[in-house]
DNA sequence: TTTACTGCAAAACATTTGCAATGAG
DNA sequence: CTCATTGCAAATGTTTTGCAGTAAA
């Protein structure tokens, strides 16, 4: 975590109570959270902060790339703290549950097709949707 | 063409002018539409549509299967027309360029991969970012 | 004739921006 | 101290909705 903090500061942007905060509720959810959820996350330990101000940190924090963003169907964006391995994610669309999933194959094959054409890649989102097994029971296969 | 509009009508729903407009437009264009893109086109035929009824087409015809839409890195979807063979999206962060390109492998790989843990896939989003051949040129190669 | 669909204007969201006040370095 | 950053409120941009009138079947 602290080494999180230390990134911020050598961006060479002030690392402030606000951003601390942001990026510690991002830190201790695995879930996906969008702006909103963050914000009052974010207001249940500091009333004060701002929607605005969570927006800024979180673009501040892309940017860094300590955080990455989604779109999982809907249209407003999720974020969440970049992990060690790349994953993917999969939304069902009856539930709502995100389901991440590795694919070190898929990855690998994209990346070299970019690279082949002469692209030079730096962000990949891999979003699939359907139904998940609870929610696919009992309906037909077909289709 | 026609197909499609029995599409439409086979779907219980009523085959509109501007239901038939709005398809018209995204099987004219090969490029990727967004909603206003879409508006200014059918106006030029039909003054009197609204930006509303182009959404609700957008809709209807996404609901049916006719049309997708995609996040292409900004903040608002484009559109386009289902197309025969599955393929994605490269967006490049300088120009803004959009490459489509086909990767079977790929498709292939995160289909089984979602069937093996019993998810049902009944769509798939593949969008990369970084610099195409021409922006990235005389640029450092490291990362 | 019936009622699904349209156009319009207003509402609902999601996100960004201007600006005076604040606080990190 | 200084100026990047904040909070607020207002602006922007995208998409949706309510409703009376219109047109597809």
Redesign the pocket.
């Known amino acids: 975590m602290d080494e999180y903090m230390e990134q911020i500061?050598s961006s060479?942007?002030?690392?402030?109570?606000?951003?601390k905060l942001v990026l510690e509720i991002l830190n201790d959810s695995q879930e996906h959270l969008?702006?909103?959820m963050i914000y009052d996350r974010a207001k249940s330990v500091?009333p004060?902060?701002?929607?605005?101000?969570?927006?800024?940190?979180?673009?501040?924090l892309k940017e860094i790339g300590l955080v990455q963003e989604h779109r999982l169907g809907?249209?407003?964006?999720h974020f969440e703290k970049t992990q060690p391995t790349p994953h993917h994610h999969f939304t069902c669309l009856k539930c709502g549950r995100v389901i991440e999933f590795e694919a070190p194959q898929v990855i690998e094959a994209a990346y070299k097709l970019c690279e082949n054409e002469g692209l030079q890649v730096t962000e990949m989102h891999l979003h699939l949707s359907g139904y998940c097994s609870q929610c696919h029971e009992g309906k037909l296969n077909c289709e």
Do not use: F
């Not at 060479?12 to 951003?19: C, D, E, N, S, V």
């Not at 701002?50 to 501040?60: D, E, F, H, N, P």
């Open positions: 500061r060479g942007r002030r690392l402030t109570r606000q951003r969008d702006a909103d500091d004060n902060i701002g929607l605005a101000t969570v927006y800024r940190s979180l673009a501040l809907e249209n407003h964006g």
